[in-house]
Every structure is written in C-alpha cells, then in structure tokens.
C-alpha cells in the first residue's frame, strides 16, 4: 500500500503520516468509546463511506493500532479492538477534542447538525441511574426535520443497557423530549443546559424523568472543558 509521505524522520511526521488521514482519529475516536463491530463504528461515523471506512480499517491493522479479531461464539463475524499501540492514543483524542472544545467557535461547531451521529452518542452517554428501575422510554422528536430523521427513541433496561431506535420500538413512551436539534446538539455538547433554553424544550410525560433530564442525559465526553470563544 502506497502512503504520501512527508519524508522526515521526525516521530511526530512519522506519526501524522499514520494518524492525519482524513476520517482516521474519527475511527479511532469511535473504537476508544469501545464500538467495535463495523456497524457500530459506522453509526459513530455517519458521513463516511462504508467503503472508506474498511479501508481506514484495513490501514489501521496494517500498522498495528487495531486488530480484527473472530467475535466470540459468532461464526464469520469479527470485531475491530485496539492493540496496546491504539489505546496509547487515549490522550491524543483527549488532548485533541478537549482542544476543539476550548477553542473551536461553538458557530462553527453547530453548522455541522446530525440527528442520528447526536443520538448515537446520546445514547453511549445516558446515565440510567436517575432512571426508574424498569424499562424506560424516552422518545425524542426535531419537529423541523424530515419524517425519516425526525423521532429517535432511547430504551433504557433495568440492568442500565441502551437500545436508539429510528422506528418505533413498539414500547410506552414515558416521556416525550420535542426540541429543535440545534438546541438539543447544544445541551449535549455543554455549550447550553435544559433549564437554560426551558423554552425550547416541551417536555411531556413522567414529571420525574422530566425533572431529572439534565442528569440522565449525560453530556459529551468533552463538555466539561470550558469553551473559550464563543
């Protein structure tokens, strides 16, 4: 496999020849936030090809950061895992996330709206412990999008598993979340909280989930990073 290379045999040059492809510390952001089936990693990473996407794969077997290995007890099916050389990355994502956190306009940052990468990582932040301890339903709906993209549903079981499903799973709705999805990508990325834009959100269902939205929801991995610019 042919790589451009800077030709330099600084570490740092050696590594961005590696790490700098376009698409590439995304993955790596999806396999150190523990997805490890090719689905996953691609509802992690909504915008990228399938195809691009096992090629990213492939390179990053190839040196040494992820290995595919058989999924256990489940014929023909394999899994992507971090090798010791791909979990040492773990401060690079930190380092690189807490950054644009700090320092990327939170206006350019929420030009770049997606309902289903949102709930994705929605659903990977959910803290259940607020939750009552059965099964729990929360449908949310971004009533200016179209019919395919506009309602989402969180299942939250008992033993704090959580199921996103883009149709209807079929279960009572314990409480309807109906906001617009700007306002919503906002709160999850700490830019914002619920009580803070309360206009913005019609909260309809249990009053006690309702009142404890803010703390189940969970935030991104990077929204306790005070943003600087505006």
Not at 57 to 79: F, H, K, N, S, W
Request: charged share 25%.
């Amino acid at each position: 496999m042919t790589h451009a290379s800077y030709r330099q045999f600084c570490p740092l040059a050696m590594a961005a020849e590696i790490l700098c492809k376009r698409w590439t510390m995304v993955v790596i952001r999806e396999l150190i936030a523990g997805s490890t089936r090719f689905n996953d990693l691609h509802r992690g990473v909504p915008r990228m090809s399938p195809t691009l996407l096992s090629k990213r794969l492939d390179e990053l077997v190839e040196t040494g950061i992820v290995e595919r290995v058989p999924a256990q007890g489940e014929r023909g099916v394999y899994e992507y895992r971090l090798t010791p050389a791909g979990r040492d990355l773990l401060p690079v994502v930190d380092a690189m996330g807490f950054w644009g956190q700090k320092w990327v306009e939170s206006s350019l940052s929420l030009k770049n709206l997606d309902p289903s990468l949102l709930m994705w990582d929605m659903r990977r932040s959910l803290d259940p412990a607020p939750l009552p301890k059965r099964r729990a339903v929360i449908q949310f709906r971004y009533p200016e999008l179209s019919a395919g993209q506009r309602d989402w549903w969180l299942v939250v079981d008992p033993s704090g598993e959580v199921d996103l499903c883009s149709v209807d799973p079929g279960f009572e709705v314990d409480l309807y979340v109906t906001t617009d999805l700007r306002t919503m990508t906002s709160v999850w990325m700490g830019l914002s909280t619920v009580s803070a834009v309360r206009d913005r959100f019609d909260l309809d269902g249990d009053p006690k989930i309702a009142g404890s939205i803010q703390q189940w929801l969970g935030l991104s991995h990077f929204a306790v990073q005070p943003k600087l610019v505006s």
